[in-house]
């Protein structure tokens, strides 16, 4: 069954991650290695941070209404949800394991634009509408800083609902920033966003069924998502997309494609001087050098991108970008040089 996504076993066992976070394959396969549904792939830091806090630091004030019928349908109450209004961020700590519910109240046909800005913890963030339905869900290849957007025209009038939620269930504790950028009347290029924002996280979600058939239909959502985030001049959204194809790409045995959609990532993320993704880009150069052959080129990558890891102290990143390069060290034969990166 790996060979179906064109992975071989070291390759598979060398690079863990082949970027800061990658979420997807993560039902049944996770770079070419069988895992069972409910294991998450990311590494583990078992030492507990002293950081963390077993109370939520928020200072929000909560709406003092009574329970509402009928508005919010998966088991929030009025006593769990802050109201989020324009002009007034939120910010909170979050661990792993929790989530945080916001409303926001919207007239039929106004426009908002929300933005989760991550400073320490790994979020998805979901909206949803006044009949508990989803409308979007958005995880963005940034793992645990940088925004999280969702778009919205909203079709009727009412409270709509938005969840913050950690992507990992055992994350060290950090904080967010939840705020309305945009309430207003749409405009064309918001309708644009609006189309870029979904068919992005379309691909998301066809990238997370893992198997050969839906990498390639990810693939077409997100080369679907380039030209509406470069009609916008959404230079985060396009690199993102640009990032998710190379990856994938790398998942399905074709380097030589990898390498150049993962290359325009890079020069994209360096133009924006955005660390945080050069870092990641880098990891899914790495990645395509290898796989074609060319261990010296891709060890170049990863040392380059491991100080930028831990620029932005990304701790898990920076474990896994020593684990990955010393790999590489040791399948050159250069033993020492893998046990001062392993060790």
Known sequence: MVDQIGWGSTLSRMFRRSAYRSRGVSNEYYHG???SKTQDPRPRNKTQDPRRKTQDSVNCQLPAVGPRSGVWRLGSTDQDVCELKLGAPIEREMA?????TYRVTLASGQYMHVVVDQRGIDVVVTLFGPDGQPIIEMDSPNDTHGPEPVSVIAEVSGDYRLEVRALDKEAIAGRYEARIEELREPTPPDRIRIAAE??????QKLREQGTAESLRKAIEKYKEALPLWRAVGDRRGEANALHNIGLVYCWLGEPQKALDYSSQALRLRRSMRDRQGEAGALCNLGLAYY???????????LSQSLPLVRAVEERIEEATGLYNIGSVYALLGEYQKALDYLD
Request: with cysteine.
């Open 198 to 203: 979904k068919t992005f996280a379309e691909g």
């Open 33 to 35: 290695e069988r895992r």
């Open 291 to 301: 796989s074609l052959g060319e261990p010296q080129k891709a060890l170049n990558c």
């Open 96 to 100: 792993g394991g929790e989530a945080h």
